[in-house]
């Protein structure tokens, strides 16, 4: 086989793997986003937090009761998306403040470690995902690993607010 060969059939290897991936990826699974009853109530856990209090429940609570098959993989999956959603909403509220706040040379310090942390972000929850790509517990644990980090970051960004 010839060296354009392989390219050829590596290439079409890769989008086979890419449309397997999007065609079963949890983060397309659905596009949830977290009621505003559910939200407000993250809000106010959030405001009064201490660390290691546990804020996404109520929106994943919400989504749960709201899935027409709750508790299976796939709501399970669903419903976790869905407080990464709300983190998320957190995360890009904080991110615009600090940054806001920041002298220019922070600015552009900041706004280079939020690119690197997304990119770390995807590509640990991506291998997550690959571990157990056998299993259908990856889409559950790949939606937790997107809770985590991203919580994990909106701690790190309300302390360089706090400064």
Not at 23 to 46: D, G, H, Y
Not at 58 to 86: N, R, W
């Given at each position: 086989?010839?060296?354009?060969?392989?390219?050829?059939?590596?290439?079409?290897?890769?989008?086979?793997?890419?449309?397997?991936?999007?065609?079963?990826?949890?983060?397309?699974?659905?596009?949830?986003?977290?009621?505003?009853?559910?939200?407000?109530?993250?809000?106010?856990?959030?405001?009064?937090?201490?660390?290691?209090?546990?804020?996404?429940?109520?929106?994943?609570?919400?989504?749960?009761?709201?899935?027409?098959?709750?508790?299976?993989?796939?709501?399970?999956t669903e419903?976790?998306?869905?407080?990464?959603?709300?983190?998320?909403?957190?995360?890009?509220?904080?991110y615009r403040?600090?940054?806001?706040?920041?002298?220019?040379?922070?600015?552009?310090?900041?706004?280079?470690?939020?690119?690197?942390?997304?990119?770390?972000?995807?590509?640990?929850?991506?291998?997550?995902?690959?571990?157990?790509?056998?299993?259908?517990?990856?889409?559950?644990?790949?939606?937790?690993?997107?809770?985590?980090?991203?919580?994990?970051?909106?701690?790190?960004?309300?302390?360089?607010?706090?400064?």
């Amino acid at each position: 086989m010839s060296h354009s060969q392989k390219i050829k059939t590596g290439l079409s290897g890769l989008s086979i793997i890419a449309g397997a991936v999007a065609w079963i990826s949890p983060v397309q699974a659905q596009e949830n986003v977290p009621t505003p009853k559910a939200m407000a109530e993250f809000r106010v856990c959030l405001a009064k937090a201490k660390p290691g209090t546990e804020c996404g429940q109520p929106v994943y609570d919400a989504c749960q009761a709201a899935h027409d098959q709750p508790d299976t993989t796939l709501s399970i999956t669903e419903c976790t998306m869905t407080t990464h959603k709300a983190w998320d909403i957190i995360l890009n509220e904080r991110y615009r403040a600090v940054i806001a706040a920041s002298p220019p040379n922070l600015k552009l310090k900041l706004q280079k470690a939020q690119r690197a942390w997304i990119v770390s972000r995807d590509a640990d929850c991506a291998a997550v995902y690959e571990a157990y790509i056998d299993g259908t517990i990856r889409g559950p644990l790949y939606a937790g690993c997107m809770v985590e980090k991203t919580s994990e970051r909106v701690r790190w960004l309300k302390d360089m607010g706090e400064e």
